[in-house]
């Protein structure tokens, strides 16, 4: 576990000044395959739609981060309840090099509606401010399509710098990291 205290059965509440980030509830299934199968959004995630077979198994890896390693990903929706993305950490083994392995990984997904209006900075940067205060490790990672501009954007406002240029599952892809303290 590299959580400094007990692990949370589910994701903790945090707000932003325009966000609300919230652990995943079955019921947020729908709003995620519709994300999950938006050309635009998997462009640079895979390059095609997931299954709702893949996305119901990804919501489950979300949820059981929580209790397994203490940290995880939130459901992103604005104050009025809508649904905006995902965002968290995760440990998922990948096979990439350097390994990763062991080190909270942050990604963040927005659907295609919340795209270019500063939503993904702002859930970075609280899920930043929330490790640095309950995660062990130092650092945290990304990775990142290296055409994929808008994240890479995101990852740059957000402290992230590149360590490595590699790939994962035969594409090209660039590892970054950022303290986390």
Known sequence: MTSSSPAPSSAPLIETERLRLRGHRVTDFDACLAMWTDPLVVRYIGGRAFTGEEVWTRLLRYVGHWSW?????????????????????????????????????????????????????????????????????????CIIHPDNLASLRVAEKCGFREDVRTTYKGSPTILFSRPLR
Do not use: M, N
């Open 69 to 141: 390693v203490g940290y995880g990903y939130w459901a992103v929706e604005d104050k009025s309840g809508h649904f905006l993305g995902d965002v968290g950490f995760a440990d998922f083994k990948r096979e990439i090099e350097p390994s990763i392995q062991g080190i909270p990984e942050l990604g963040w997904v927005l659907t295609s509606g919340a795209h270019g209006k500063g939503y993904a900075t702002e859930a970075v940067r609280a899920a930043i401010g929330w490790a640095a205060a309950h995660c062990r490790s130092d650092k945290t990672v």
